[in-house]
């Protein structure tokens, strides 16, 4: 009996769920007999397919064109409000085909009965991308891609980095009030009447098969590209839809047709080390040199500018180091933009070009993978290896990347003291020159630093900024001649800043080979027929030595530098990518192919290369190069205060991983400027923070040092 009775209860709670679902039916069902009572039913102006779909289509047409003029109308905004309709005028071609793309995308609702939702949901879709495109280049200088939300964490980081709490709150308000109307406009629209799936279907493909054809032909005849080398550039010339699906699309290195094990091992046994290609740990040499990367901020030589005219030179160290050194152009993947796919490039000898369009490694898989590069090498040669930026350590992802790369610490701007700006807010290259000699006289194996400058970045003030300035500019116009006499006066602090730290190596008496190169032309809007000769992607190199080297002028790609300094340093033929390059001649037909396949090996394949193991493991890297301390806690009347060693305007005080408000009294004094239990006292710790975000870098606790 009672078995029967629990069966009873048992099969009525199975039932309940039906029940939920039956009374959530009837009151939508209710909502919805209301919301017609008031706002009935109409049937819209076009409604039969056999009636009005050409002139139904001829409606999607304008619906796109008058899209897509916002999309790039928004775009523009920050050069003038009439520049969406001047492209118009200007590129016609390329107007119309991403006209034909946001098109074929809207012929899609006549597969639908319901076409006015469908298009709504169609034009909300690309009037969203577009419309965060416009906001973001308000912002910065990159335009959106697929990266920029590459996962939850750093679509919230994008939010919090570019707008206010008041912002996202009014924006996360228009979005809950827009999937309302949306709701409202599904359960009001009609369905079309005598829809002929078939020839609806025969648009769809014809459109479709239209813009696809249009883009292998405008490919082909060179008005498109496939090479992004700049994306604001891209997306300025080529135009949203077709660059952001570019983008989005073509990721990574795509597979070579004859990838297979044995493919490598006959790319290999070009080499000198053939197929034994095993990382294998030297003794530590100190006779061999230091080796510094100084990567200089759209670093270019000014007499190489057609447009205009300097009263001086403003980089006189540059032009003498020129003469006396091995120099030449150098042939970078970025201009204007893109500073770290030329560090990539140098880093590890693998050309961006076989990547997709506009995509940064530094985004996507070295986030994730370690790979092969100067600093895996150098460490297995018994080399201390180094990475410095006078930015911030977020930027690039250069916090996560570099342990990826092999470095053993990286010190960036949340690490530094006594930063001096420069009159557009960023850090003036002279801020490293005393940690770069500190770690170079004070490290007793061989040093490999990578130095990364900020100070030459843009954008440009478009008025007077110097009232005295070293070199004057003079240029067809006012806004030419104040944006560039900002710009070279900045390179000429970047050139006493070059000067400076070499006349600080030379006389240490450490033996030291200095790579020192521009990453990419400046974000001036120049022209081919303005800059030396009409080539956008070279800046100009130097290889400075205190060891002797024999001068040796000559044109370098930036993918064949890390194989040229060590080939300099002594150290030839360790790594595979440098091993390829310095046992093979670039005239050679496969040079480029068989690099581009050990590269996708390496990074997307089965490391056939290694014998189908990567043996380089993530580094513990650490963060800043001096050990962060904390000595003591003591309390000052009601206050509290952290005493140690080398904190600096970053530094804050946390507890649980959560930063408290700290006011920076000295590198070895923080106080605490809230009140906390005083049984949490013990908890108290030290974290490094980004500028920006008060994201947490690095912490340390009472009981430890960083």
Known sequence: MIKKKLFKKNRKEKKNPGKILSKLISVKEKIQKKFREKFPKKKPRFHDANLHEKRYILRLAAMSFLMYLYIETFARATDGIFNGVM?????PVVFLYNWLIIFATLTLTLLFRKRGFVTLLIM?????????????????????????????????????????????????????I?????????????????????????????????????????????????????????????????CFINTSINKGISKPADYSKSSIQKILKKTKNGTDTTPTKKETDNTKPNIIVLQM??????QDFHNIKVSNDPTPNFTKLMKDYTSGWFEVPACGAGTANTEFEVLTGISAKFFGP???????????????????????????????????????NRNEVYANLGFDSFTSAEY?????????GWAQDKTMTGDIMDILTNTKNPSFMHIISVQGH?????????????????????????????YVNETHQMDTFIGDLLSKIRKSGEPTIVLIYGDHIPALDVK??????GNLYQTRYVIWDNIGLSENDRKLYSYQAGAQLLKDAGLSHRGVIFDYQQSNSQKSSSYLSDQKTLAYDMLYGKDYVFGGKNPYKQTKMRMGYKDIEIDKIVKIGDDYYIKGKNFTERSKISMDGETLSTIYLSSTLLGLQEKIDPEDVDKLEVSQTDKKDDTILSTITSQEEL
């Open 297 to 302: 901020e759209s670093f270019a030589y000014a």
């Open 178 to 242: 827009g999937g309302a109307i949306i709701v409202l406009y599904y359960i009001s629209s009609y369905r079309w009447d005598n829809v002929n799936y078939k020839r609806s279907f025969a648009v769809v493909l014809i459109s479709v098969a239209a813009a696809m054809g249009s883009t292998v032909g405008l490919i082909r005849l060179g008005t498109l590209s496939t090479f992004f080398g700049n994306l604001n550039y891209a997306y300025t010339d080529y135009g949203f839809p077709y």
């Open 458 to 486: 843009g954008s440009y003030p478009t008025e007077q900024v110097f009232k005295d300035p070293y070199t004057t500019v003079t240029a067809d116009n006012e806004e030419t001649k104040w944006k560039y006499e900002y």
């Open 124 to 176: 909300i879709v690309w009037g969203t991308l577009g419309t965060v495109n416009g906001c973001i280049l308000i912002k910065r200088m990159t335009p959106f891609t697929l990266y920029d939300l590459q996962n939850l964490g750093d679509g919230l980081t994008l939010l919090t980095t570019y707008y206010s709490k008041l912002q996202i709150v009014l924006g996360a308000a228009a979005l809950i």
């Open 416 to 424: 530094m003291n006594n930063i001096e700006l420069t009159p557009t």
């Open 528 to 533: 081919s027929a303005d800059y030396a000769d």
């Open 358 to 396: 506009g995509e940064y490694p530094y985004k996507g898989k070295l986030r994730e993978k370690t790979l092969e590069s100067m600093a895996y090498v150098l460490k297995n040669s018994g080399y201390s290896t180094y990475a410095m930026h006078d930015h911030r350590a977020l930027f690039y």
């Open 87 to 91: 492209m118009l005028w200007k590129q």
